[in-house]
């Protein structure tokens, strides 16, 4: 084989276009990252479907694209779990409903309200002669990122659950809101809430 017939070692495997984009639509490359201690813990990727490849792997969820996990936690209700499709559609209208209203990537929206989302400390009960005391404590980054996809997923919820609310609208709100630290957004405020409690408890 002639040397100009050789495949690049430095290319993408399987001949992957190297500018992919999620939903075909939003570009990933240029996104940025305001938080240091949970950047490693947001991936964000063009796939928005892996069918469960890092299940049985220990914190391999990580590996997993930001926008995905929030799927994911966006089905963990008794309604919706396994509607992995229906999700998909809701979470790429909510995409195209915070580009109009923002003119952003609707991925970096996500991004910086998971930031935003994330309590830095909570408290932990500890037992000293069988009285319960709490006490505060750093939150590590990995459980920071979770607990952020859970408040966003809960505020989704709570917003469109018997509610005139449709889901890709009260997802478009919720992330807007978190992304500009609105104290009003169900995540900003549970983790302020949490932040407050452990704050009392040092």
């Not at 930001?66 to 909510?94: C, P, S, W, Y």
């Not at 404590?137 to 469109?160: C, I, M, T, Y």
């Not at 005139?164 to 807007?176: D, G, N, R």
Request: no cysteine; glycine share 4%.
């Amino acid at each position: 084989m002639a040397a100009e017939d050789q495949p690049d070692p430095d290319a993408p495997a399987g001949g992957a276009d190297v500018g992919a984009q999620l939903f075909g639509t939003w570009e990933i490359d240029e996104i940025a990252y305001e938080d240091p201690s949970t950047e490693r813990y947001i991936s964000v990727t063009p796939v928005a479907h892996t069918a469960g490849r890092h299940a049985s792997k220990q914190f391999q969820k990580s590996e997993i694209s930001i926008v995905e996990r929030f799927i994911n936690r966006l089905m963990q209700t008794e309604d919706n779990t396994g509607k992995k499709q229906q999700t998909l559609n809701f979470v790429r209208e909510a995409f195209e409903l915070i580009h109009e209203r923002t003119e952003e990537n609707p991925i970096q929206i996500l991004v910086t309200a998971v930031e935003n989302s994330a309590p830095r400390e909570e408290t932990v009960r500890l037992k000293y002669g069988g009285i319960s005391v709490p006490k505060a404590v750093d939150v590590a980054p990995q459980r920071r990122v979770d607990q952020a996809l859970k408040f966003l997923a809960e505020g989704v919820h709570n917003d469109s659950f018997k509610s005139s609310t449709s889901v890709p609208e009260a997802i478009a709100s919720q992330l807007t809101g978190a992304a500009n630290y609105d104290v009003q957004t169900y995540a900003v405020s549970q983790k302020e809430e949490k932040e407050r409690v452990a704050a009392a408890a040092r």
